[in-house]
């Protein structure tokens, strides 16, 4: 059996977390709320990955902290000049520019994933959030008549939209990010995902 070299630099969690949450947004960003199941399940995956991984973020393996990868804007300009110089330095966890990034990308999840609650509630009287917000509408549904779009569900539909688009450009941007470095360093960084391994 071949044995593994290198260094354990993503801990099981953390893989775990990375692919089912490109799964979940993938699932929940191209369905486009059909069949609205399984967008509202992707949905709450998402939310409920989310939290576990801002714990994680305090209690986790050493590349998994914050305090790891999250730096100063000094930093990551230095950084990025350094980048596009062509000498930045290599990093075993995220590097500085990186580290933003996955600050960006938890932060526009966490936003279109709570936006959804109160457009879901507000739309379909479903949700943590049904009953609290919009009962006369939900009731009026329940009659089978349409309910009218409320001022709320045409906000949140808005807010949830934007915050879903801007994840998707993040999330192209960060796909982009990753195959420069893994070319620029020679080391497959998606598959340090996956295995969680790294060389020296
Ligand atoms: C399918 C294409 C994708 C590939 C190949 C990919 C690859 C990677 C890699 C290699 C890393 C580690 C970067 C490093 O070495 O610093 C990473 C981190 C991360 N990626 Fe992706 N990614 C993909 C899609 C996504 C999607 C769709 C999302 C979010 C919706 C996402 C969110 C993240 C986050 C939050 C991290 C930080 C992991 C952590 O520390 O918790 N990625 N990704």
């Known amino acids: 059996m071949k044995r593994r070299t290198g260094i354990r630099v993503w801990d099981p969690f953390i893989r775990l977390f990375h692919w089912t949450l490109a799964l979940a947004f993938f699932a ?7 069949p609205e199941w399984l967008h509202v399940t992707a949905g709450y995956l998402i939310a409920a990955l989310l939290a576990v991984r801002l714990i ?3 209690v986790g393996s050493e590349h ?15 950084y990025l000049r350094d980048e596009f110089a062509g000498r930045a330095r290599r990093y075993l966890g995220h590097n500085p520019a990186g ?5 960006a990308l938890l932060l526009s999840l966490a936003g279109t994933a ?14 943590p959030l049904a009953g609290w ?16 779009e409320t001022a709320l569900a045409k906000n949140a539909e808005e807010v949830h939209e934007v915050f879903a688009n801007l994840t998707l450009l993040l999330v192209g941007l960060h796909v982009l990010g990753v195959a420069v470095e893994s070319a ?5 960084l998606t598959r340090a995902m996956i295995t969680g391994y790294k060389r020296e």
Do not use: K
Request: aromatic fraction near 10%; avoid cysteine; charged fraction near 20%.
């Open 56 to 58: 994680w973020g305090f």
């Open 99 to 103: 580290g933003i990034m996955v600050l």
């Open 64 to 78: 998994a902290r914050f305090t790891d990868f999250v730096r100063s804007p000094v930093t990551v300009l230095h």
């Open 184 to 188: 620029r360093h020679r080391e497959n």
């Open 28 to 34: 929940a960003y191209f369905t486009e709320g059909e």
């Open 114 to 127: 709570l936006s959804g609650m109160p457009l879901l509630a507000a739309e379909e009287g479903e949700g």
């Open 133 to 148: 917000l919009v009962p006369a509408p939900v009731e009026q549904a329940a009659n089978g008549q349409d309910a009218p």
